[in-house]
């Protein structure tokens, strides 16, 4: 059976990737590219995401806004809410049975911190929260979405959640790359033609030269506004094969599993020793990885 729900929830996110990375170069308080990449940099190493918005063309965000919203209207409805229902289950397990989990075999013989996980319980279930409270948990909302808002508040709270579980890593690898954004320097190299090229320096890196134009009165990164027309159909084009009508068969049996897999919570739920606990947990993720790995 095509796997219908996670082959679109992947193409969400890919497109949600894509639009991140190639955003976060434009803000349209700033006047020069130079000064473009500073506002994006400050404002995203105090956690403030919905810069990477602001600084897309208006077109650009026409773009996004129906990508999202086709995306919302083709997702089955029982399927997607049945999903959050589910993640929300599990958080209420992992607040339940935290210490069950930490003291039995399973984790004590895999090779991470057990210490480190432990610390980082409790920052990994707000993440999880964040997620299921979000806008993400209803397709209406998603249809109708206010990527700024939702940057600003979902985004922005995640990020946060995210330097926090950093903090417990030895190397807190997040923080330091976050930091890196307020050392960030750049120079004007030239300018001719409509076209400015600008010298980008980030502490421990080498330094790019990228050449700005403006879309939109937007400073935009020439090779981006080449390539955006091509990138947004091709995402399109995932997304509608990824988007087939999902048949009654296809939606049932995909219900089904899920049924299954919730019963599967239930039993976790239940257990009252690590002893009853493992061998359902272990039945758990042999489910997801036969779903995960399931073709056709």
């Known amino acids: 059976m095509k796997n219908i729900f996670f082959n679109r929830t992947i193409i969400l996110i890919l497109s949600i990737v894509v639009?991140?990375?190639?955003?976060?170069?434009?803000?349209?308080?700033?006047?020069?590219?130079?000064?473009?990449?500073?506002?994006?940099?400050?404002d995203l190493s105090k956690n403030q995401p919905q810069v990477l918005w602001n600084a897309l063309p208006e077109s650009y965000q026409k773009d996004v806004n129906e990508l999202l919203s086709d995306f919302a209207a083709k997702m089955d409805k029982d399927i997607w809410n049945k999903t959050f229902e589910l993640i929300q289950k599990i958080i209420t397990i992992l607040k339940t049975k935290k210490e069950l989990i930490l003291t039995g075999d399973m984790v004590n013989k895999a090779?991470?911190?057990?210490?480190q996980m432990s610390e980082s319980w409790g920052s990994f279930v707000a993440i999880l929260e964040i997620i299921v409270k979000s806008e993400l948990a209803d397709l209406d909302k998603?249809?109708?979405?206010?990527?700024?808002?939702?940057?600003a508040g979902t985004v922005s709270s995640l990020m946060k959640k995210a330097s926090?579980?950093?903090?417990?890593?030895?190397e807190n690898k997040y923080n330091k790359e976050l930091d890196k954004l307020?050392?960030?320097?750049?120079?004007?190299?030239?300018?001719?033609?409509e076209e400015t090229t600008i010298k980008i320096e980030v502490p421990d890196k080498e330094p790019e030269v990228v050449v700005f134009?403006?879309?939109?009165?937007k400073w935009i990164p020439k090779d981006l506004a080449g390539q955006w027309k091509e990138k947004i159909s091709e995402i399109k084009n995932e997304l509608s094969e990824a988007s087939e009508k999902i048949t009654v068969e296809e939606k049932?049996?995909?219900?089904?599993?899920?049924?299954?897999?919730?019963?599967?919570?239930?039993?976790?739920?239940?257990?009252k020793t690590?002893?009853?606990?493992?061998p359902i947990i272990g039945q758990g993720i042999g489910m997801l990885f036969g779903i995960f790995l399931s073709k056709g």
């Open 111 to 115: 090779p991470f911190d057990k210490k």
């Open 213 to 217: 134009i403006k879309v939109d009165n």
């Open 182 to 193: 307020t050392g960030i320097k750049t120079s004007i190299i030239k300018t001719e033609n």
């Open 142 to 151: 998603i249809r109708k979405l206010s990527i700024e808002k939702f940057l």
């Open 252 to 271: 049932q049996k995909a219900l089904g599993m899920m049924k299954s897999f919730d019963g599967i919570l239930d039993q976790i739920l239940a257990a």
């Open 164 to 170: 926090e579980v950093s903090k417990l890593e030895k």
């Open 274 to 278: 690590k002893e009853d606990l493992e």
């Open 19 to 42: 639009i991140v990375f190639i955003s976060g170069c434009s803000k349209s308080a700033a006047t020069t590219p130079d000064k473009v990449v500073d506002t994006v940099a400050q």
